[in-house]
């Protein structure tokens, strides 16, 4: 599944104490998630899809997935968060061929920000999200799971930002992982932003895999985003393509 990345569509200094900004932070593009909750009185839409193509000479997974992810600001620093994901999976195999359709992941949960980077500490936050089943069966977990990241993100420079995401996830089918994404965010203009990205596992062998793409601001409360990757894990190649779209609504009131 593929996630969301930092806020690189504005690359404010983290220094404040609200977590609300004048434009749209997004996790959308990229795996990493930031420190920043949306702001008190916010609700967030973070939608995409994913195009993905794996396998080897013998085995191959092509799959199209859309994932959308409702973040509601509650106060400052802490946010409700919940995520609906459906996917067209196609398996060929010398055997023959399966395909697996319908609702492929469902997980709620929340994240907190505990403080803002001050020098090199970073801002730091918290997520954490129970995996449910309430999938389709081709997908369906066979028992409720977890996830918890731990984020910390540095402004470097009005240009440039580091994120650093380690998570833990017990799959709810008698698995777990720990994985890490660090990410760094380029501010090419007032609207348009870029990433370049690792990511892997942990658990075993170290994986490293990379992804990077660009977002544009189209006004304040929108952006869109296109990322691509590569992923090479167990021998197994695999490219995707992801692109979304982000918009919010606020209802903060007379003091915002």
């Given at each position: 599944m593929k996630h969301f990345c930092t806020g690189l569509f504005f690359l404010l200094p983290v220094f404040l104490i609200a977590q609300y900004r004048p434009t749209i932070v997004s996790g959308r593009p990229g795996q990493s998630i930031g420190a920043l909750t949306v702001g008190r009185g916010v609700y967030q839409v973070q939608t995409g899809l994913n195009l993905d193509w794996a396998g080897t000479s013998d085995d191959r997974l092509t799959q199209v997935t859309e994932t959308t992810d409702l973040r509601i600001g509650l106060s400052e620093r802490f946010e409700l968060s919940a995520l609906i994901a459906g996917a067209s999976a196609e398996v060929a195999t010398p055997t023959g061929r399966r395909y697996d359709r319908g609702f492929s992941d469902t997980q709620v949960g929340g994240r907190y920000s505990f403080f803002e980077q001050d020098g090199w500490r970073p801002t730091l936050a918290v997520r954490g999200h129970v995996l449910?089943?309430?999938?389709?069966?081709?997908?369906?977990?066979?028992?409720?799971?977890?996830?918890?990241?731990?984020?910390?993100?540095?402004?470097?420079?009005?240009?440039?930002?580091?994120?650093?995401?380690?998570?833990?996830?017990?799959?709810?089918?008698?698995?777990?992982?720990?994985?890490?994404?660090?990410?760094?965010?380029?501010?090419?203009?007032?609207?348009?932003?870029?990433?370049?990205?690792?990511?892997?596992?942990?658990?075993?062998?170290?994986?490293?895999?990379?992804?990077?793409?660009?977002?544009?601001?189209?006004?304040?409360?929108?952006?869109?985003?296109?990322s691509a990757g590569w992923d090479g894990g167990d021998g197994i190649n695999s490219y995707f393509l992801d692109f979304g779209v982000s918009f919010r609504f606020v209802s903060r009131g007379e003091n915002p």
């Open positions: 449910l089943t309430l999938q389709d069966e081709d997908f369906r977990r066979r028992n409720p799971g977890a996830n918890v990241i731990v984020v910390a993100e540095w402004g470097l420079t009005d240009l440039l930002a580091l994120t650093a995401n380690l998570s833990r996830t017990w799959t709810g089918d008698d698995s777990r992982s720990t994985d890490y994404i660090t990410t760094l965010g380029f501010a090419l203009s007032d609207r348009w932003s870029s990433f370049v990205e690792v990511y892997g596992g942990l658990s075993g062998e170290v994986t490293a895999n990379y992804d990077g793409g660009f977002a544009y601001l189209v006004a304040d409360d929108l952006s869109l985003d296109l």
